[in-house]
């Protein structure tokens, strides 16, 4: 997978790590997951042009509910294998988990179509209509493209970019926590329909944990950037893999920069600070091989970029204090947005509320969200800061307290799902014992932790009634899975409404509510990203909720580099400021790439113009 690459003479801020092989992977199945951000679709897409490209058959399968395959290939990817131009011999697909949820019921359904009564038929579609049967859709689809001959004998490799970590480590422990499930509950459980239809697969999903645990069939990629967070994150998924059976590890760290320019205090920073997260990396990930992927001077959308990513050259780089297209002051004349202090100012002149910091993973949520919470405290409002991120931790963002005005918890999935268990239970001590045996089956099933979550998320939006909540959400497609649950549950509720007395909120009520709660949407000023973010946008506004505004953080547009390469990174930036600025955001603010870390309240109460106690 690795070819030489350290130079001993190199400075001693200046990462290095060998380069990858793209075209030198020996199992059928590749596995890429990591942080969101890391950019695992761009190093998955590029392994599959390069296998593609040296005569292999190849299937890359994105399982990302917020799939960006189609912007890096530049062409269309549906729900079903379908050639990528411009890459003989390379497939691609999105698992769209709706789509795969209506082919699913659709096969379970109809053995019963008239051969039950119309409405027995009634409650077997009403029991696989809730989100538990989109997981297990998406599930069996991916289990599928692991087992199944006629899909797997068309390839050589099937490459899976998966959605960020936490839900990847979800998708991948599936397989065995479906299969104890099926085994262990006689009778079937409400929220997964009629158990036959899982029954039925049950073969199926044992050959994919087989799979998935043989090393001649499976490699697991961990990407991530030369980051401490990316790193953590990534070892912590490495190890959990690790305990379920899936040993063949990799690690590529993508985005590393190499050369400085000599003198240059930002370059020098971003080379350094890349060099120290790679020296602290986590001792589980130092027994891993370890590649790296180059930081480029252009977009990486496109098979041409790829194949220049791949190749090691692209378009041209200038030099040293060569024009880049704009005048030395055009970077300060066109500043297009406003800075985050700016939009503390305005949050912190209106009411008391909600203020959820969405956006694609890795692109800054958890430390925009806790700069937003410490400039709120600094002026001297009551602030609570927490996270439905699985991979979030304000705390360590923060790195101290106790802190004035500020409070600081998260949402830890494996905590509320016990909770909610142990309430569950509490309350049905007086069942027959057939029907707290049925309750126990349903509260085993993997959907209940997602209803926990809901629920906890559901009650922090409460408390924002007279202080500010600031929450750092889970990755763009998580949080409109969640959405999702919060407007079935409003239906259901508001549907029994007339049985009521009294005014009724529901957790969607608060989201739409703009006096309640501010949406503020976090993106890189790279094309990807604000895709991603107008189709959050999108989703969002589907769902009744209009964004407050958008950040654009760790821009270089601003930062007065002259390195070459970080120069060149900067004039990509400038048209995607200007998409948001103009097309995409009712107002938005700008966060330039900091040469300092952003870690402690001091450093993010100065983000925010918030520097006295």
Not at 356 to 381: Q, S, W
Not at 570 to 599: F, G, K, N, T, Y
Request: aromatic share 4%; hydrophobic share 45%.
């Amino acid at each position: 997978m690795t070819e030489p690459d350290n130079d001993p003479h190199l400075p001693a801020h200046v990462p290095s790590l060998p380069r990858v092989e793209w075209a030198l992977w020996q199992t059928p199945f590749v596995f890429f997951t990591g942080k969101g951000g890391v950019g695992k679709t761009t190093v998955a897409g590029a392994v599959s042009v390069a296998l593609a490209d040296a005569g292999r058959r190849v299937l890359v399968v994105s399982t990302d509910p917020a799939s960006n395959l189609g912007d890096l290939f530049g062409a269309a990817v549906g729900a079903e294998p379908g050639p990528v131009p411009g890459a003989p011999g390379l497939e691609a697909m999105n698992l769209d988990p709706d789509a795969a949820a209506a082919a699913y019921r659709e096969r379970v359904t109809a053995p019963y179509r008239g051969a039950v009564p119309e409405g027995e038929l009634r409650a077997i579609e009403e029991q696989l209509a809730g989100e538990c049967t989109v997981e297990v859709a998406a599930f069996d689809r991916f289990t599928q493209l692991i087992v199944r001959p006629e899909l797997v004998g068309r390839y050589d490799h099937v490459l899976f970019d998966t959605a960020p970590t936490g839900h990847t480590l979800r998708l991948l422990n599936l397989p065995s926590s479906w299969a104890h499930y099926i085994e262990s509950a006689p009778a079937g459980a409400s929220c997964l329909g009629p158990r036959s239809g899982l029954r039925a697969q049950r073969a199926q999903y044992r050959a994919a944990v087989g799979q998935l645990g043989d090393p001649r069939r499976t490699t697991l990629v961990l990407v991530s950037r030369p980051e401490p967070g990316a790193l953590r994150e990534a070892g912590r998924a490495g190890a959990e893999l690790a305990a379920q059976g899936i040993h063949n590890q990799r690690l590529i760290v993508n985005g590393v920069f190499t050369g400085p320019l000599a003198g240059d205090t930002v370059a020098e920073a971003f080379a350094t600070r890349q060099a120290s997260a790679l020296d602290v990396r986590p001792a589980s990930l130092r027994a891993v091989p370890t590649a790296g992927v180059p930081l480029v001077a252009w977009n990486l959308t496109g098979i041409a970029a790829l194949r220049a990513l791949v190749r090691g050259r692209g378009g041209p780089v200038p030099g040293p204090g060569a024009s880049t297209g704009t005048d030395a002051g055009a970077d300060e004349r066109e500043a297009p947005l406003p800075s985050l202090d700016a939009l503390v100012d305005d949050l912190a002149v209106g009411p008391p509320g909600a203020v959820l910091v969405m956006g694609k993973g890795g692109v800054g949520k958890t430390t925009i969200a806790a700069a937003i919470a410490v400039g709120l405290a600094r002026r001297g409002h009551d602030v609570h800061l927490s996270t439905t991120d699985p991979a979030g931790r304000p705390a360590d963002v923060l790195a101290g307290g106790p802190f004035r005005h500020l409070t600081v918890t998260r949402i830890d999935p494996a905590t509320e799902l016990a909770d909610y268990t142990a309430e569950r239970l509490r309350a049905a001590e007086r069942m027959s014992p057939d029907r707290r045996e049925l309750l126990e089956e349903d509260l085993r099933s993997p959907c209940t932790e997602e209803l926990a979550v809901f629920r906890a998320f559901g009650a922090l939006l409460t408390t924002a009634r007279d202080r500010f909540v600031v929450v750092d959400t889970a990755p763009s497609g998580h949080t409109l899975r969640l959405l999702d649950l919060t407007g079935s549950y409003h239906r259901q509720v508001m549907a029994g409404a007339a049985q009521v007395h009294g005014r009724i909120t529901t957790p969607l009520m608060r989201l739409r509510d703009p006096a309640h709660t501010r949406v503020i949407i976090v993106a890189l000023p790279e094309p990807t990203p604000v895709s991603e973010a107008a189709a959050l946008q999108d989703g969002l506004r589907r769902a009744g909720i209009e964004p407050f505004g958008w950040v654009v953080n760790a821009s270089l547009t601003a930062g007065g580099t002259q390195d070459p390469v970080l120069r060149a990174r900067a004039d990509l930036e400038r048209p995607q400021l200007h998409r948001v600025r103009d097309e995409l955001a009712a107002r938005a603010w700008l966060v330039p790439w900091q040469v300092d870390a952003l870690v402690g309240e001091d450093r993010l109460a100065a983000l925010t113009g918030a520097t006295s106690r």
